[in-house]
């Protein structure tokens, strides 16, 4: 399969008018670890260049008082080279943290049998579709893209859920919600999530909560298209984006925020 072409969104691995028919939600096995890990570091790996940007952005005022300040002294080169050699500062900085959140951050995903599977309100699912033939010399490469043991249907995303820590017994916490890049779109994210949901009301709970990075608008949109609001935005000093907390009441529980912050601007 050739890599994602600049420019272009990735052709995706099944139809998307075939993506619902073909896709199945299940809970994750032992043999899926390998898969997982790949997507959910894929997913984090590829936020770095996006993270680089936010810095930039959010920091847009120092930038043109540095240039105004450098241009006065050094040549017009000069002062691209330093600016040239400050972005690949920055994405190295980046890429530290995204590596160090990977070694620090997802132990997890070492045992997800035992952290999700064992426990009362958690849980893990994977999201699989067939193998198109036309792919099956990806068979090879089996760190990037989730080939079942069976090798005749593939990973396409994942996702999980534990009762928050805050309030356990009242609101779950969604987690590892990645889908792979070829297949956005497509509705496995919106198929997982209404996993989720149906276990999450068989459970009790009475509230989903989400925290996601806003390096990312879609991860908003898909939360609001999918019926969630903005509960909170934390300011957070790190290359890694402000933390958005998103929420849905389960059935018959009525929303406490105020109109304001239901409306507040996600699109950063
Ligand atoms: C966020 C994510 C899980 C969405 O999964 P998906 O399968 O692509 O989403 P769906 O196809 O179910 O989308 C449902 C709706 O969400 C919205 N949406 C999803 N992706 C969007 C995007 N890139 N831009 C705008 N809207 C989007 C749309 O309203 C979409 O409906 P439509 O396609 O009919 O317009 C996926 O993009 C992803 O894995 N992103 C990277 C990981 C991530 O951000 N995880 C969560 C937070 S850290």
């Not at 043991?149 to 916490?173: F, K, L, Y």
Request: hydrophobic share 45%; charged share 25%.
């Amino acid at each position: 399969m050739a890599g994602p072409t600049k420019g272009r969104r990735p052709s995706p691995l099944i139809d998307r008018k075939d993506s619902l028919a073909l896709l199945t939600i299940r809970t994750y096995e032992a043999k899926d670890e390998e898969y997982v890990k790949s997507l959910l570091f894929a997913h984090a790996r590829s936020q770095i260049w996006p993270a680089v940007k936010f810095f930039t952005f959010r920091n847009m005022q120092e930038w043109l008082i540095l240039f105004v300040l450098f241009k006065l002294y050094v040549s017009f080169v000069e002062l691209l080279i330093i600016f040239g050699l400050f972005v690949i500062w920055l994405f190295i900085r980046a890429k530290w943290e995204f590596e160090s959140y990977i070694y620090t951050s997802c132990h997890d995903l070492d045992d997800i049998d035992n952290i999700y599977l064992k426990e009362t309100g958690s849980h893990f699912w994977v999201a699989e579709v067939p193998l198109p033939s036309a792919a099956s010399h990806l068979k090879s490469k089996p760190s990037q893209h989730g080939h079942s043991e069976d090798e005749d249907r593939m990973i396409v995303g994942c996702i999980a859920v534990t009762p928050s820590v805050e309030e356990p017994r009242r609101v779950a916490q969604v987690m590892r919600l990645v889908v792979a890049q070829q297949s956005r779109r497509m509705r496995v994210g919106t198929s997982m999530l209404k996993e989720l949901e149906a276990f999450c009301l068989k459970g009790g709970f009475e509230e989903i909560r989400f925290w996601a990075n806003n390096l990312r608008p879609e991860a908003i949109r898909f939360y609001e298209s999918n019926g969630y609001e903005i509960l909170s935005i934390h300011q957070r000093n790190l290359m890694r984006g402000d933390l958005v907390l998103l929420r849905r009441l389960l059935a018959g529980t009525k929303s406490d925020l105020s109109p304001s912050l239901r409306h507040a601007d996600s699109t950063f």
